[in-house]
Each structure stands twice: as structure tokens, then as C-alpha cells.
């Protein structure tokens, strides 16, 4: 089956360690986004890639990475810079060319907390 | 400003009964996409329904609608005959301008509870 795939569910991170989250999907999407979620604070985007190679920055960039060597990962550092990284972390993709209409499809999310 | 109003942090309804679950939102575009999402407590994100701004009719899908009113820009949910399964947070999301690899922008949720 087709879809988004997050690991891992959980994550902890000890102070002044950096951890990176995995994404990969097989929808064969051009793009890929990052999401972080607080509670009542809906999705905030932190980065988004409509190609391989190629990345923007969301309104939430500060303290986070990413890289986009191949069509089908993503994956998003949290660095040590990020003072408050506990949060749920979503990822998604779209397809670009004609995609007007079609949603974001979404993985399972990663829970980080901090220890 | 926030792009994407969400004014009902919580909402009750009654089993079977229909409700309505608000979005307003604020652009500039002539082009854009409104989209609502359900996210159960085990934390996915579940596409639900699609309404483009040239759509001049309201989007359907099952026991869900969407009540477009474009001129007061808002586009509010509407579950039919609600279920006890349908108790999870919504999101209202658009993306401007209207193509595939725009990001959408999420309003903050309305949490929604089907009493039996």
C-alpha cells in the first residue's frame, strides 16, 4: 500500500543532543513538508521541499535542518538550538503538477519529548 | 493575522444530530483551496473534503458538506448524522494560491464530542 511512513513514534531527546526524524513515502510525491503540532496550536509548517535537492524555509525554521537527497525521504534534524523541541511532528507530501485539488497526505506522526 | 480562524475550541453534539463546525478565513487571492482534515486522538491526519475558490458548488463527501460563502469567506463544515467515531479535533487548512506544491496553513482546531 501506498503512504507516508514516520519513525520513530516516539523519540527522546537528552539536553544539547541533536536527533533526526525519518519520513519516507512511496506515493511517488514531488513535495514533501514538515509540520510541528502543540496542543491548541494547530500545524505550523517548519520546512517544505517541492524538489530533490531543494528545500524552503516555514514560519518555524529556527533550530531545525533538513535534507532532500532523494525523492522519497525527508527527514528533520531537531538540533540543539531548538529550546523547546517537545511537540508532535507530522510529515506530509502533495503531488505538484496538476494538484490544485489534492490534499497533503499525512504519516503517523513522531511524538518528542525532552528528558 | 491569522490566515485561518477556527473561533469553536471545543463543540458537543448529540448522537445522529447534525453540526456545524466553523472556519473563516482571510486572503487576497482569487485562487485558492480550502481543505478540512479530522484528527482522531491517535493522532493522524484524515482528509475529509475539498472546496476550490471557482467551485460553484458546495463540496459533498458522504455525511460530509461544505457551506462555502465566499463573499464573507468562510467555509464551514457540516456533519450529518453524527457518530461516536466522528469525536476527534478538526482543521480547516488553505492553500494560496491554489497549486499542488503550495503548503497549506491550518487554523487551530475545533475539538469536536458525539454524546451517545
Known sequence: ?115 | AQKITQTQPGMFVQEKEAVTLDCTYDTSDQSYGLFWYKQPSSGEMIFLIYQGSYDEQNATEGRYSLNFQKARKSANLVISASQLGDSAMYFCAMREPNSGNTPLVFGKGTRLSVIA
Request: include cysteine; charge should be neutral; aromatic fraction near 12%.
Open chain 1, 1 to 115: 500500500d501506498g503512504g507516508i511512513t514516520q519513525s520513530p513514534k516516539y523519540l527522546f531527546r537528552k539536553e544539547g543532543q541533536n536527533v533526526t526524524l525519518s519520513c519516507e513515502q512511496n506515493l511517488n510525491h514531488d513535495a514533501m513538508y514538515w509540520y510541528r503540532q502543540d496542543p491548541g496550536q494547530g500545524l505550523r509548517l517548519i520546512y517544505y521541499s517541492q524538489i530533490v535537492n531543494d528545500f524552503q524555509k516555514g514560519d518555524i525554521a529556527e533550530g531545525y535542518s533538513v535534507s532532500r537527497e532523494k525523492k522519497e525521504s525527508f527527514p528533520l534534524t531537531v538540533t540543539s538550538a531548538q529550546k523547546n523541541p517537545t511537540a508532535f511532528y507530522l510529515c506530509a507530501s502533495s503531488i505538484v503538477a496538476g494538484g490544485y485539488n489534492q490534499p497533503q497526505h499525512f504519516g503517523d506522526g513522531t511524538r518528542l519529548s525532552i528528558l
